[in-house]
């Protein structure tokens, strides 16, 4: 049987850390804040915009959310971001995912400032972390590094198999975990729903994370026993068909892979507290940086 890796466990000690870090901020006269870019209201993007919101009254910061039409052009969404870009209230800017179609998510994510680019969507943020240098990691992939290493499973000299290629998940995660540094040094691989016989590369896996955005794909079958499974899925599915009751369920069928695996996230309760908590982190950080340039303004 499974260890559950407990998510709210681990976001809880990590904003413990943040808690003195805000009241340094405040004695410079520097609250930290953030602006939320909301583009309609997908269900899941609200249930996301509660948990920040209450991340940041518990840690003193501001938070604004923008509210825009689902019909909102790229021009005048980008127009938007350059206004928050120049507003020193915020420190941080993160556009709530997914966009409507029409909108080209890419190129909204480098209308944001790298400095303020506290969810990694900018590919200058993104060229930073593949390069190894100091970046802001999407909040995700940097959740689920947080996970492991709090948990007590390094991915250092593991075979990490990753089933997933996003922007936000896979690809980001892959190069965290290749650097030459602590707590990353593994040999990554990474699938995807194209990939020819998935389940003989999963059961290679010492650690497997599954950001596939298919309810319980993986399947017992497709694990190895002892293997650290980390479920990023967030899938609502109606139980049984056709009640009109719905529940969230991950990536993997966490009932039957949890008697085979040696540590699982749940869902909910694993990834996704990790992940707010880490987007705290990187608003701090930004906070941090930009009061020591005011500083050394101040000093020159």
């Not at 991340?55 to 928050?84: H, N, W």
């Not at 994370?209 to 990023?232: L, P, Q, S, W």
């Amino acid at each position: 049987m499974a260890k559950i890796i407990d998510g709210r466990e681990i976001a809880a000690e990590i904003r413990g850390g943040l808690k003195p870090r805000t009241e340094k901020l405040k004695e410079r006269g520097i609250i930290p804040g953030l602006a939320i870019l909301l583009v309609g209201e997908h269900p899941g993007s609200l249930s996301y915009l509660r948990e920040i919101e209450k991340g940041c009254d518990e840690l003193g910061m501001y938070t604004d959310v923008v509210k825009l039409a689902q019909s909102v052009t790229q021009e005048k969404l980008e127009r938007r971001i350059e206004e928050l870009n120049q507003d020193n209230k915020f420190h941080g800017i993160i556009i709530q995912l997914p966009l409507p179609e029409h909108l080209d998510a890419l190129r909204v994510g480098g209308t944001i400032s790298p400095q303020k680019d506290v969810d990694g969507a900018n590919p200058v943020n993104m060229g930073r972390l593949l390069l190894g240098e100091e970046a802001f990691v999407p909040s995700t992939a940097h959740g689920v590094h947080q996970l492991l290493i709090h948990s007590g499973n390094s991915p250092e000299g593991k075979h990490v198999v990753i089933c997933g290629r996003s922007n936000i998940v896979g690809r980001p995660l892959m190069g965290i975990l290749v650097q030459k540094q602590k707590d990353a040094n593994a040999t990554v691989t990474v699938c995807h729903t194209r990939t020819r016989d998935l389940p003989s590369i999963t059961r290679q896996a010492d650690i497997l994370i599954v950001a596939i955005g298919r309810a319980e794909f993986i399947t017992a079958d497709m694990v190895k026993e002892g293997t650290i499974v980390i479920d990023v899925g967030v899938n609502q599915v109606e139980i049984p068909a056709g009640s009109g009751k719905f529940k969230l369920v991950g990536d993997v069928d966490f009932d039957a892979v949890k008697e085979k695996a040696g540590a699982i996230t749940p869902v909910p309760g694993g990834v996704g507290p990790v992940t707010t908590a880490m987007l705290l982190t990187n608003v701090i950080k930004a906070a941090e940086v930009a009061a020591d340039k005011i500083a050394s303004r101040s000093l020159s």
